[in-house]
Each structure stands twice: as structure tokens, then as C-alpha cells.
């Protein structure tokens, strides 16, 4: 809780959110920005991404919330004595955002006070702690919502909106998040999560790009348009970037959804991974693809997921092919859940981290490979051990491949929902750069 305290207290950026669509909601009050920032930070309890100090209700008061890039929602803890404002506005039933919202949750029988989480003729939603699979029903209301237009080495000034859709959670719905966060903000790419209303509030561009950050240090996700500029004089221009398609998973992933809803997940379209630039042997590649009529398989991104994590096939076929290309480094016991570990005395170091064999994820081309290095591919753990940072997922999982947090750390990943594709920089270590440097404004 004093960590994360301190990282708003000292980065005075504003986390989140959401926004008003244009749909359902008022105009922001100055003129439009080009892009707006929030500032995050790795919580080292939970391994968790969060953003801290977005400025939310009447009177605005900082609200901390983890990232998500799944999600339909950002949603915040509504229980009595969690949520006072002034300037709430439920969302009627009937209208236009309720629809919108693909919801048949109506709350008509609320007794008591009016509040945040007690409204009658309210459109219901469903906020889900993505984190522990928990999820309940809770009015889905608009409110005030802040955020910086710049970043470093002070922020603001704030675009201001004077209403945006977000869902009332519970107390019960925060255990597992980090500590002192309010619940979690969604990036997906569902109608009322973050990217779209905020451009459809401040008219820019649907798109966002994020840049996770290790253990201590700071990292951002910017929505809109603005120079990926990083200290000291660092800039990633978006033609250096690498792209890929997002593809769509054509079943829904969400813990609730309706009949014929698709996944606001974002997947990409590897097709196969090398290990030190040679093909893994034995991977079954079927499951790499996502099987249209069940939704099951393929790869996606998850903030959520501290480590990637791999079908058991998978697994074995990296994890061995990872052994065979490390053999003259002295192993040690497996340290839960990595099952491939070494004496990380015996491990030099290089500019992108452990000097190990590199991991590529290769997509619609060669050109197209995502060259994961020591530094996202091995994991420091106790007494020493240096462990490959890659988790079981058993035999059936909804999708066979979930590139963790772990392994997008440092690197820039733009995200276009207009163009659907996924631009990536690989590791910002090559050009000596961290997301820590990143400015705007």
C-alpha cells in the first residue's frame, strides 16, 4: 500500500480512465488533446501492472486501478463508504450506451439510499477480477474522469471529461489485485473499455501503446498520437516498429457474454517459435491456430498473466528445445512453476539481459518475429537460480499460448484498433533505453 502511495505521490500521473463516448456521453470540456498518458507501475507482491493517480468524481481524488487487456470495463469498488462523488449519473435502461453495452441487466428493485452501487432503472454490467476469475453484477454509471496530456518531469495539465462509463465492483472483487488498487482498468477492445472511449471523447486516433515496466521502475500507456520519445534522445519512430494483424477470436473469452459475442482480446497469428534461431522440433502447430467454431487456441497477450504461459505440448517441445541450446550451463533444481532453471552464477550478462539463447515467436513471416532476450525469456529466482520464465498451462487450455507480462517488459507494443495490427519494438535495451526514459510533452 506505501509503494504504491509513493509512485502516485511522486509520478502525479493520472490513472485512468474512461471516458465518454460519444454515444452516450458529454463532450471533454477543453480542447482536444492529441494523446493522453497514464503512468504505471510493476507491483512486486502480486507482479501485477497498475496505474495510480487518474483523477476521477466530484471532489476529483486519485484512484489506483491494474491493467487489463482484457476486460470489458474499467470498474471500481462501489460498496458503501468506497465511492462518494457529486457528479454520478446512472445509465438508464433503455438508452443507447445500455444497448451498446450488449447487457439484458436491469437493476429495479434497489432499496435504500440512493449510491453509486443502489440505483433503480440502471443498466447492469459485470465487472470480473480477470486475476482470480471472481465476478459479480453492479450498475453501470458515468462520472468525472481526469488525466494528463504530458509526462515528465511534470504532469498535466489534465483533459478533463465530464462523464464516462465505467462499472460499480465490489470490496470482495479487489482481493487478489494489488495492494491499494480500486479495482481494474480495461485496454481491450470492447466498446466501453478504455482506447475507444477515450477517442471517441478527445477525437484521436483508436489506438494505444504500452510499455511495461520491470520492478522498480515506471512505465505508461499512451492513447492517441505522440512520439514514442524516450531519454536520453531516443525516439521510435513508427516505421521501425514491427507489425502483425490482431485477429479475432470469434468466441467470446469473457467470463459473461451473449450468444454470437466475439473475444475483446488481442491475439496474434504465430505460427511457429524458435529457440536460438532454429525451429522448436515437435511443436504441434494446429494448436497455434484458433479453431473457428470453438474459439479454442492460439496466442494472446494478457497483462494479467505474470509469465507466459504454454499448452503442456508446448511447453515440453520449448522447454527441451530451450535444455538442448543450454547444455553447457550448469542446471539447478526446478524452482515452482519454471520448470527449466540454472546456477545463474554460471550465466554471463549482456546489454538485453542473461546471455541465453533467444526465443522467437514467429508470425505471418520470418521478417515478422517477435526475438524475445534474456532479459523477458529468464526470470531471477531464490537462492541464486535463473529460471526460464515460462509456466505449464495443462493440457486443454482455452488458448494454447499467453505471452505474459514478463516477456513485454521493456518493450513497446503499439496497439491499432482501426488498422488491427500490433506493432512491436523488442526490447528497448538494444538502443540502450528503458520505458522508465519515456517523455511526453
Same mark, same amino acid.
Given at each position: 500500500?506505501?509503494?504504491?502511495?509513493?509512485?502516485?505521490?511522486?509520478?502525479?500521473?493520472?490513472?485512468?480512465?474512461?471516458?465518454? /463516448?460519444?454515444? !452516450?456521453? %458529454? &463532450?471533454? =470540456? #477543453?480542447?482536444?488533446?492529441?494523446?493522453? *498518458?497514464? $503512468?504505471?507501475?510493476?507491483?512486486?507482491?502480486?507482479?501485477?501492472?497498475?496505474?495510480?493517480?487518474?483523477?476521477?468524481?466530484?471532489?476529483?481524488?486519485?484512484?489506483?486501478?491494474?491493467?487489463?487487456?482484457?476486460?470489458?470495463?474499467?470498474?471500481?469498488?462501489?460498496?458503501?463508504?468506497?465511492?462518494?462523488?457529486?457528479?454520478?449519473?446512472?445509465?438508464?435502461?433503455? /438508452?443507447?450506451? !445500455?444497448? %451498446? &453495452?450488449? =447487457? #439484458?441487466?436491469?437493476?429495479?428493485?434497489? *432499496?435504500? $439510499?440512493?449510491?453509486?452501487?443502489?440505483?433503480?432503472?440502471?443498466?447492469?454490467?459485470?465487472?470480473?477480477?480477470?486475476?482470480?476469475?471472481?465476478?459479480?453484477?453492479?450498475?453501470?454509471?458515468?462520472?468525472?474522469?481526469?488525466?494528463?496530456?504530458?509526462?515528465?518531469?511534470?504532469?498535466?495539465?489534465?483533459?478533463?471529461?465530464?462523464?464516462?462509463?465505467?462499472?460499480?465492483?465490489?470490496?470482495?472483487?479487489?482481493?487478489?489485485?494489488?495492494?491499494?488498487?480500486?479495482?481494474?482498468?480495461?485496454?481491450?477492445?470492447?466498446?466501453?473499455?478504455?482506447?475507444?472511449?477515450?477517442?471517441?471523447?478527445?477525437?484521436?486516433?483508436?489506438?494505444?501503446?504500452?510499455?511495461?515496466?520491470?520492478?522498480?521502475?515506471?512505465?505508461?500507456?499512451?492513447?492517441?498520437?505522440?512520439?514514442?520519445?524516450?531519454?536520453?534522445?531516443?525516439?521510435?519512430?513508427?516505421?521501425?516498429?514491427?507489425?502483425?494483424?490482431?485477429?479475432?477470436?470469434?468466441?467470446?473469452?469473457?467470463?459473461?457474454?451473449?450468444?454470437?459475442?466475439?473475444?475483446?482480446?488481442?491475439?496474434?497469428?504465430?505460427?511457429?517459435?524458435?529457440?536460438?534461431?532454429?525451429?522448436?522440433?515437435?511443436?504441434?502447430?494446429?494448436?497455434?491456430?484458433?479453431?473457428?467454431?470453438?474459439?479454442?487456441?492460439?496466442?494472446?497477450?494478457?497483462?494479467?498473466?505474470?509469465?507466459?504461459?504454454?499448452?503442456?505440448?508446448?511447453?515440453?517441445?520449448?522447454?527441451?528445445?530451450?535444455?538442448?541450446?543450454?547444455?553447457?550451463?550448469?542446471?539447478?533444481?526446478?524452482?515452482?512453476?519454471?520448470?527449466?532453471?540454472?546456477?545463474?552464477?554460471?550465466?554471463?550478462?549482456?546489454?538485453?539481459?542473461?546471455?541465453?539463447?533467444?526465443?522467437?515467436?514467429?508470425?505471418?513471416?520470418?521478417?515478422?518475429?517477435?526475438?524475445?532476450?534474456?532479459?523477458?525469456?529468464?526470470?531471477?529466482?531464490?537462492?541464486?537460480?535463473?529460471?526460464?520464465?515460462?509456466?505449464?498451462?495443462?493440457?486443454?487450455?482455452?488458448?494454447?499460448?499467453?505471452?505474459?507480462?514478463?516477456?513485454?517488459?521493456?518493450?513497446?507494443?503499439?496497439?491499432?484498433?482501426?488498422?488491427?495490427?500490433?506493432?512491436?519494438?523488442?526490447?528497448?535495451?538494444?538502443?540502450?533505453?528503458?520505458?522508465?526514459?519515456?517523455?511526453?510533452?
Amino acid at each position: 500500500m506505501a509503494r504504491l502511495a509513493l509512485l502516485v505521490a511522486s509520478t502525479a500521473t493520472a490513472l485512468l480512465f474512461f471516458l465518454v /463516448s460519444s454515444s !452516450c456521453c %458529454l &463532450a471533454a =470540456t #477543453s480542447s482536444n488533446p492529441s494523446a493522453v *498518458v497514464l $503512468a504505471v507501475q510493476k507491483d512486486d507482491a502480486t507482479g501485477q501492472y497498475v496505474a495510480g493517480g487518474f483523477r476521477q468524481r466530484t471532489p476529483q481524488a486519485p484512484v489506483t486501478a491494474v491493467l487489463d487487456l482484457g476486460g470489458a470495463t474499467l470498474w471500481v469498488d462501489c460498496d458503501p463508504g468506497q465511492y462518494a462523488s457529486s457528479s454520478y449519473a446512472r445509465v438508464p435502461c433503455a /438508452s443507447k450506451p !445500455c444497448r %451498446l &453495452a450488449r =447487457t #439484458s441487466a436491469c437493476a429495479t428493485s434497489c *432499496v435504500g $439510499a440512493p449510491s453509486p452501487g443502489c440505483l433503480n432503472d440502471t443498466c447492469g454490467g459485470f465487472p470480473e477480477n480477470t486475476v482470480t476469475r471472481l465476478r459479480t453484477s453492479g450498475n453501470l454509471i458515468t462520472d468525472v474522469l481526469s488525466l494528463p496530456t504530458t509526462f515528465r518531469p511534470a504532469p498535466g495539465p489534465l483533459a478533463t471529461a465530464p462523464a464516462f462509463l465505467f462499472a460499480c465492483g465490489a470490496t470482495f472483487l479487489t482481493k487478489g489485485l494489488a495492494s491499494g488498487a480500486a479495482g481494474m482498468a480495461s485496454l481491450s477492445r470492447a466498446r466501453f473499455a478504455l482506447p475507444t472511449q477515450l477517442a471517441d471523447t478527445f477525437r484521436f486516433p483508436r489506438k494505444f501503446a504500452h510499455c511495461l515496466p520491470p520492478a522498480s521502475g515506471a512505465g505508461f500507456v499512451l492513447f492517441g498520437d505522440a512520439p514514442y520519445a524516450f531519454q536520453p534522445g531516443v525516439e521510435i519512430s513508427k516505421s521501425s516498429l514491427i507489425y502483425t494483424p490482431l485477429l479475432v477470436d470469434n468466441v467470446s473469452t469473457a467470463g459473461v457474454s451473449g450468444k454470437g459475442d466475439k473475444s475483446t482480446e488481442y491475439f496474434i497469428g504465430v505460427t511457429a517459435i524458435k529457440v536460438n534461431g532454429r525451429a522448436v522440433p515437435r511443436l504441434n502447430a494446429t494448436l497455434l491456430a484458433i479453431d473457428g467454431k470453438t474459439g479454442v487456441g492460439g496466442t494472446k497477450l494478457s497483462t494479467v498473466a505474470p509469465y507466459t504461459v504454454l499448452e503442456t505440448s508446448i511447453h515440453q517441445a520449448v522447454t527441451d528445445a530451450f535444455a538442448a541450446e543450454t547444455a553447457m550451463i550448469p542446471r539447478v533444481p526446478s524452482v515452482p512453476p519454471f520448470r527449466l532453471c540454472y546456477d545463474g552464477s554460471k550465466v554471463g550478462s549482456t546489454r538485453v539481459g542473461p546471455a541465453v539463447p533467444t526465443v522467437e515467436l514467429v508470425m505471418q513471416s520470418e521478417a515478422a518475429s517477435w526475438v524475445v532476450f534474456g532479459a523477458n525469456s529468464m526470470v531471477a529466482t531464490k537462492g541464486g537460480a535463473l529460471c526460464l520464465a515460462v509456466v505449464d498451462g495443462g493440457k486443454a487450455p482455452r488458448t494454447s499460448v499467453v505471452v505474459g507480462g514478463h516477456m513485454m517488459e521493456d518493450n513497446l507494443l503499439e496497439f491499432d484498433l482501426q488498422g488491427l495490427r500490433l506493432g512491436f519494438s523488442s526490447s528497448l535495451l538494444f538502443r540502450q533505453t528503458t520505458c522508465n526514459n519515456f517523455r511526453l510533452g
